[in-house]
């Protein structure tokens, strides 16, 4: 299965700034796929991001809040933009494998202060 | 609307006693039901895919099955290193997939 490295793992940041996440799969993907997973909460789709075209947001999601970069198909950021402590979770990046499911990133925990 | 619930929320284990974790679906033409590990500051790890119900699938002490209506995470004599969340996803009709919240595992020694 694909390995996907992501960072950083984790920041604490004050509100109002702006943190990107990256995330670096070790094969050629189509799709990656951006999860947030807020404390005591299951994992909701931010957006999926296609390589050479813009991503598609879930609803409740926004590209002025989530702008999301797909350079190759390798690559992957993920930015959160004007932060606010209700911006505090958990940031996944995955991708799809078939019977597999997803696989995912180790996360990157997010503190805003 | 897709929903996916999970029970009991947390569950605390003595090392050895057997347990069940239950994973109750609702969902249009269920295409595939998942079973992920995460431990702390991990992303969740895979565990099993279901597709149809009777289907059973096994891995060390950790058995999966699925019904109509719900999938159960059986596990036998647990031991402390069992200790995590355990999600539960569905698949349905389209791409995307619904997740449980997930129930926290202790295991004591």
């Known amino acids: 299965s694909a390995v996907i490295s992501q960072k950083p793992s984790r920041d604490i940041c004050q509100r109002g700034t702006s943190l990107t996440i990256q995330c670096q799969v070790d094969?050629?993907?189509?799709?990656m796929f951006w999860y947030r997973q807020q404390p005591g909460q299951s994992l909701t789709l931010i957006a999926t991001a296609n390589q050479g075209s813009e991503a598609t947001y879930e609803s409740g999601f926004v590209i002025d809040k989530f702008p999301i970069s797909r350079p190759n198909l390798t690559f992957s950021t993920l930015t959160v933009s004007n932060m606010s402590p209700e911006d505090s979770s958990i940031y996944l990046c995955?991708?799809?494998?078939?019977?597999?499911?997803?696989?995912f990133g180790s996360g990157t925990r997010l503190t805003v202060v | 609307e897709d929903q996916v619930t999970q029970s009991p929320e947390a569950l605390r284990l003595q090392e050895g006693e057997s347990s069940s974790l239950n994973c109750s679906y609702t969902?249009?033409?269920?295409?595939?039901l998942f079973w992920y590990r995460q431990d702390p500051g991990k992303g969740p790890e895979f565990l099993f895919t279901?597709?149809?119900a009777g289907e059973e699938k096994e891995k060390e002490r950790l058995k999966a099955t699925l019904t109509k209506k719900e999938s159960f995470l059986h596990i036998t004599a647990p031991k402390p290193e069992d200790s995590a969340t355990y999600l539960c996803?569905?698949?349905?009709?389209?791409?995307?997939?619904?997740f449980g919240p997930g129930t926290r595992l202790s295991v004591l020694p």
């Open positions: 094969s050629q993907v189509t799709m």
């Open positions: 279901l597709y149809s």
């Open positions: 969902v249009s033409g269920l295409r595939g």
């Open positions: 995955s991708v799809q494998e078939g019977r597999h499911g997803y696989t």
């Open positions: 996803a569905v698949q349905a009709g389209g791409q995307n997939f619904v």
